[in-house]
């Protein structure tokens, strides 16, 4: 065996990318896609890097608001997965409460945080409005 260092040889735990993920999501917008782009990300991060709210982190008894809130302000990057029905649940949630997601991506513009939309299925590129 060479004493040179191969960097194919590296496991993948070595190869792990530095900063935070925050997943934002629709429930009724193709969440097996998103749960799948999860998936993919974790080949890369560890899952203290990930956030996204089935996957443990939210405790029950824990303030959903304030968690959310505390993940936004920490994350680098908040992917904003965008499924074929996004629109259709914007429209739905116009003027019926609060709309999480939208408070979620508001927050991290509002933050400085890098903001990513990841098109999925169908997905049509939400209006600017």
Known sequence: MSADFDATNKSRSE?????RIFINYRRGDDPGTTGRVFDQLEV?????QLFMDVEGHIRP???FVLVLDRQVAECDV???IIGPRWNE???K????GEDF???EIEAALRNGKRV???LVGEAIPPRKD
């Open 89 to 91: 649940h914007i429209a």
């Open 61 to 63: 008894g824990d303030d």
């Open 116 to 118: 990513i939309p990841v």
């Open 15 to 19: 190869h792990k990318i530095a900063g």
């Open 44 to 48: 890369e991060f560890t899952k203290e």
């Open 93 to 96: 949630k116009s003027g019926a």
């Open 101 to 103: 997601v939208l408070i």
């Open 78 to 80: 908040l992917l904003a």
